[in-house]
C-alpha cells in the first residue's frame, strides 16, 4: 500500500489564483481529513468527510472547499488565495471515525505571495 | 482550544524511559485519549490511545489515572529517532476523526 499520498509537495501561489491540493489514499478508509500547520503551531482540522458523497466543516473551513465522489480521493480547492493560506496541508485518513489511528500524508507546503 | 495540557519541551537520557505527562480534567465518559508525535514536520503519526485502562503496544505504553484525568505516555528505551512533538488529544469515540491538536511536547532525546 502507498497510503496517504498528496501532491504537489510544494507550490507558490500569487493572491487570488485558485488551485486543488490532491489527496488519495488506497486503503479503502471510510474517513478523510484536511489539516493545516502554520509555523510552530499544532494541526488545526479544516473539512473532513465520514464516507463518499459526505463532507462537513472543521475548524478552520473558510476559503477553502472540498468534495468526496470517490472513497479514495478528497482533494481540498483553495477559492481565490490569500497570504493567510500560506501553511502546510495534511491529508489523513483512517478506517472509520472514531477509535481507529489516523494514517497522515507527508503534506504539501503551500505558499501564497 | 485543546481539551489538554502538556509541558513545552522536556529531555530524556537516550536508553532510559521517556514519561511524557498529559492533563485532561475536563474529560467526559465517551472521550478517547490519543497520543500522536511529528518528527520534524513530517506528517503526524499515531502511537497509541485509551479509554480507561492502560495499554501497551510495541511503541508505547499509556497509562490512564483512574479518574481519567492525566495519563502518561511512556517510551520505553528512548532512542534519538524518537526526538519529535508529542500531541496529547481527547476526542469523543463517535468523533475520533476530528482530532483538536495543541502546542504539545517536544521531546528531546540526548546522547
Known amino acids: 500500500n502507498a497510503g496517504v499520498t498528496q501532491t504537489p509537495k510544494f507550490q507558490v501561489l500569487k493572491t487570488g489564483q485558485s488551485m486543488t491540493l490532491q489527496c488519495a489514499q488506497d486503503m479503502n478508509h471510510e474517513y478523510m481529513s484536511w489539516y493545516r500547520q502554520d509555523p510552530g503551531m499544532g494541526l488545526r482540522l479544516i473539512h473532513y468527510s465520514v464516507g463518499a458523497g459526505i463532507t462537513d466543516q472543521g475548524e478552520v473551513p473558510n476559503g477553502y472547499n472540498v468534495s468526496r465522489s470517490t472513497t479514495e480521493d478528497f482533494p481540498l480547492r483553495l477559492l481565490s488565495a490569500a497570504p493567510s493560506q500560506t501553511s502546510v496541508y495534511f491529508c489523513?485518513?483512517?478506517?472509520?471515525?472514531?477509535?481507529?489511528?489516523?494514517?497522515f500524508g507527508p503534506g504539501t507546503r503551500l505558499t501564497v505571495t | 482550544d485543546a481539551k489538554t495540557t502538556q509541558p513545552t519541551s522536556m529531555d530524556c537520557a537516550e536508553g532510559r524511559a521517556a514519561n511524557l505527562p498529559c492533563n485532561h480534567s475536563t474529560i467526559s465518559g465517551n472521550e478517547y485519549v490519543y497520543w500522536y508525535r511529528q518528527i520534524h514536520s513530517q506528517g503526524p503519526q499515531y502511537i497509541i490511545h485509551g479509554l480507561k485502562n492502560n495499554e501497551t503496544n510495541e511503541m508505547a505504553s499509556l497509562i490512564i489515572t483512574e479518574d481519567r484525568k492525566s495519563s502518561t505516555l511512556i517510551l520505553p528505551h528512548a532512542t534519538l529517532r524518537d526526538t519529535a512533538v508529542y500531541y496529547c488529544?481527547?476526542?469523543?469515540?463517535?468523533?475520533?476523526?476530528?482530532?483538536?491538536f495543541g502546542q504539545g511536547t517536544e521531546l528531546s532525546v540526548k546522547p
Open positions: 488529544i481527547v476526542s469523543p469515540y463517535n468523533q475520533g476523526g476530528k482530532l483538536i
Open positions: 489523513a485518513s483512517s478506517y472509520r471515525t472514531g477509535g481507529y489511528e489516523q494514517y
